[in-house]
């Protein structure tokens, strides 16, 4: 997965760039993600599953972008393990929706995303033997929500732009 941070255009500062998924997809269908997906035997790491991933899906080549670091590897009840890496758009590209599982890109800006009126911790599950706290964004419909609003938020701390909760 890639967490793509594009820069500030406008008076809404930076952005990060999700995926909806489109609604006939067998998993986590009409939900809100970074661009992302499964390993190939051709890719050499993650990180080329990542950039791959994000060219197929929105069209991103892997030259715009500085590679900031990776957050905390996810896993899920679903079965799935999340490696996502952070990114920074560093030159002039619109993103557009080049695969069939991308139903629309959003750009919600950052400080959006900080706003505690759009942000709740919705439940707290413990999930072999962790505890995660559950982590909601109303930005759109559906919000974000799941393993994508778990990473958003754990930017938004890393990046300082807001405290632990």
Avoid at 77 to 93: A, C, E, K, Q
Avoid at 95 to 107: D, F, N, R, Y
Wanted: aromatic share 6%.
């Amino acid at each position: 997965m890639l967490a793509l941070i594009l820069p500030e255009v406008d008076a809404r500062g930076e952005r990060l760039l999700l995926i909806q998924r489109a609604q006939g997809l067998n998993t986590h269908a009409g939900q809100l993600a970074f661009p992302g997906g499964k390993r190939e035997p051709e890719d050499r790491d993650l990180l080329d599953t990542a950039l791959r991933e994000s060219h197929e899906e929105i069209g991103l080549d892997r030259g715009s972008v500085q590679v900031l670091g990776r957050l905390e590897p996810v896993p899920t009840p679903t079965g799935f393990f999340i490696v996502p890496f952070v990114g920074r758009l560093v030159s002039t590209w619109e993103p557009s929706a080049c695969s069939a599982e991308v139903a629309k890109i959003l750009t919600p800006s950052l400080s959006e995303l900080c706003d505690p009126s759009l942000h709740r911790v919705a439940d707290t599950r413990r999930w072999r033997g962790r505890e995660y706290r559950l982590h909601e964004f109303d930005i759109h419909d559906p919000p974000l929500w799941g393993a994508t609003a778990r990473m958003t938020y754990e930017l938004l701390v890393r990046a300082s732009l807001v405290g632990e909760v």
